[in-house]
């Protein structure tokens, strides 16, 4: 059965690479990207690995919460349900501000705006991509981020707690979230990524292609597809809820969070 995609930061790196895995067996892919000429680029690139699907753009800032409502928009008048939503998009964050805003809530409330599209797929996953894990399974999590280290742990162990959290508000839908490691792949991130000679991401892929279990939600796959273990009084609701909360523009009703 085709799947619709859609896959932020989808105009380079890791999300490129994702994106090409779907048009592969013939899904249909949406990417999200901020640069028009990088996110034609793209989809000529990805497109020459079409089965008999189709790749498409969407541009936007999902940083902005006007525009980050304007992308949900428009893949809601493109696809008539959403199967699978990657969220790559991401920054080493300079700030802790940009950290906030581009790494943590935009992909939040990117899948808030579009959570009744989620809910007409019978088969609704949702995956952030996010970093090694050793760093999130050993990592503090700490609210300091005045040094470019605390900042990229910052990231990992709140992006972690994010997919806890929508994990538990979309489990009654019957749809999964999880954390995926692309492994190293070749991209713009990191003076290391750019040095990589990896451009193939299958892993999101393979698990999207596994039978769908809804246990198998708030959980970390490595690059192979293998769960990670994390430490769940860590990594709880309970506190995902409490450390989130100030973050967040939280637009849905929640007992909760609220």
Same mark, same amino acid.
């Given at each position: 059965?085709?799947? @619709?995609?859609?896959?932020t930061?989808?105009?380079?790196?890791?999300?490129?690479?994702?994106?090409?895995?779907?048009?592969? *067996?013939?899904?249909?892919?949406?990417?999200?990207?901020?640069?028009?000429?990088?996110?034609i680029?793209?989809?000529?690139?990805?497109?020459?690995?079409?089965?008999?699907g189709q790749?498409?753009?969407?541009?936007?800032?999902l940083s902005?919460s006007?525009?980050?409502?304007?992308v949900?928009?428009?893949v809601?008048?493109?696809?008539?349900?959403?199967?699978?939503?990657?969220?790559?998009?991401?920054?080493?964050?300079?700030?802790?501000?940009?950290?906030?805003?581009?790494?943590?809530?935009?992909?939040?409330?990117?899948?808030? &705006?579009?959570?009744?599209?989620?809910?007409?797929?019978?088969?609704?996953?949702?995956?952030?991509?996010?970093?090694?894990?050793?760093?999130?399974?050993?990592?503090?999590?700490?609210?300091?981020?005045s040094?470019? %280290?605390?900042?990229?742990?910052?990231l %990992?162990?709140?992006?972690?707690?994010? *997919?806890? %959290?929508?994990?538990?508000?979309?489990?009654?839908s019957?749809?999964?979230? &999880?954390?995926?490691?692309p492994?190293?792949?070749?991209?713009?991130?990191?003076?290391?990524?750019? @040095?990589?000679?990896?451009?193939?991401?299958?892993?999101v892929?393979?698990?999207?292609?596994?039978?769908?279990?809804?246990n198998?939600?708030?959980?970390?796959?490595d &690059? %192979?597809? &293998?769960?990670?273990?994390?430490?769940?009084?860590?990594y709880?609701?309970?506190?995902?809820?409490?450390?989130?909360?100030?973050y967040?523009?939280?637009?849905?009703?929640? @007992?909760?969070?609220?």
């Open positions: 059965m085709t799947r @619709n995609v859609l896959i930061g989808g105009t380079s790196g890791v999300g490129k690479a994702i994106a090409k895995s779907f048009v592969e *067996v013939g899904d249909n892919v949406i990417i999200v990207g901020r640069n028009k000429a990088k996110a680029s793209a989809c000529k690139e990805i497109g020459e690995d079409l089965a008999s790749v498409d753009y969407v541009l936007g800032d902005d006007r525009e980050n409502e304007a949900a928009q428009a809601e008048r493109r696809f008539s349900q959403l199967d699978i939503l990657v969220h790559s998009a991401g920054v080493m964050p300079k700030t802790k501000s940009e950290n906030i805003k581009i790494n943590l809530r935009s992909h939040y409330l990117l899948t808030i &705006n579009l959570e009744q599209l989620l809910k007409k797929s019978k088969d609704a996953r949702i995956y952030l991509i996010t970093g090694a894990p050793t760093a999130v399974r050993l990592g503090m999590i700490t609210e300091n981020q040094t470019e %280290l605390l900042r990229g742990l910052w %990992l162990t709140h992006k972690t707690l994010l *997919v806890t %959290l929508l994990a538990d508000e979309f489990k009654s019957g749809i999964t979230v &999880n954390a995926v490691f492994g190293e792949v070749k991209s713009d991130l990191m003076e290391w990524t750019r @040095n990589a000679s990896n451009t193939r991401v299958s892993v892929k393979k698990l999207a292609d596994r039978p769908k279990n809804i198998d939600t708030a959980k970390f796959f &690059n %192979l597809g &293998n769960e990670i273990d994390l430490n769940h009084h860590k709880s609701v309970e506190r995902a809820k409490r450390v989130l909360q100030p967040l523009d939280i637009k849905k009703t929640s @007992n909760t969070l609220h």
